[in-house]
T-cell receptor
């Protein structure tokens, strides 16, 4: 099946720093979604992207749908301790219908 | 709006025993998904329902896993018999498929809190 390469696997940053993470695929994707998962909880949808080149913000979070339709980026500005968690990219590749493929996640640790 | 509900939140069983999980999706969401999430990995789709019909069960280990959504609302996922490698979090998600002219169909999925299964 299709796989998403998500990087980095983990990040350790200081409060106030900006964070960037990305996902790449060998196949074209129609949609990109970014989720955050806290310990013991299900993933929570942060941002959804539906067009190549689309740039969408949600508070301090900004995500972009890559112009090649094979990648996506998530940036977090001015990180705070509650940003700690696992961030997953997910997407629908062109022939998968509504099946969502997930990356392996980026574990973010923010030191106060 | 109430989110996706799942129960139980935690379950510990011995191998070869049976277990069942329950999910109630967001009201009005026709599509329901069950995922398996092994520690340190992203969720992997087990089965997808559209109303009470199965859309995709290609990744469901059908020799031991079964799922149903009889009335097109809530759903149960069963494992019988359980194996050690079934230890994972089982997530339920639902979505409201929205078509927007000129754009991709929207499949935003909303997840429940999950059931953490430990098989000993």
């Amino acid at each position: 099946g299709q796989q998403l390469n998500q990087s980095p696997q983990s990040m350790f940053i200081q409060e106030g720093e900006d964070v960037s993470m990305n996902c790449t695929s060998s196949s074209i994707f129609n949609t990109w979604l970014w989720y955050k998962q806290d310990p013991g909880e299900g993933p929570v949808l942060l941002i959804a992207l539906y067009k190549a080149g689309e740039l969408t913000s949600n508070g301090r979070l900004t995500a972009q749908f890559g112009t090649t339709r094979k990648d996506s980026f998530l940036n977090i500005s001015a990180s705070i301790p509650s940003d700690v968690g696992i961030y997953f990219c997910a997407g629908h590749w062109e022939t998968s219908g509504s099946r969502l493929t997930f990356g392996e996640g980026t574990q973010l640790t923010v030191n106060p | 709006e109430a989110g996706v509900a799942q129960s139980p939140r935690y379950k510990i069983i011995e191998k070869r025993q049976s277990v069942a999980f329950w999910c109630n999706p967001i009201s009005g969401h026709a599509t329901l998904y069950w995922y398996q999430q092994i520690l340190g990995q992203g969720p992997k789709l087990l089965i997808q329902f559209q109303n009470n019909g199965v859309v995709d069960d290609s990744q469901l280990p059908k020799d031991r896993f079964s799922a149903e959504r009889l009335k097109g609302v809530d759903s149960t996922l069963k494992i019988q018999p359980a194996k050690l490698e079934d230890s994972a979090v089982y997530l339920c998600a639902s979505s409201l498929i929205r078509g927007v002219p000129g754009l991709a169909i929207h499949y935003e999925q909303y997840f429940g809190p999950g059931t953490r299964l430990t098989v000993t």
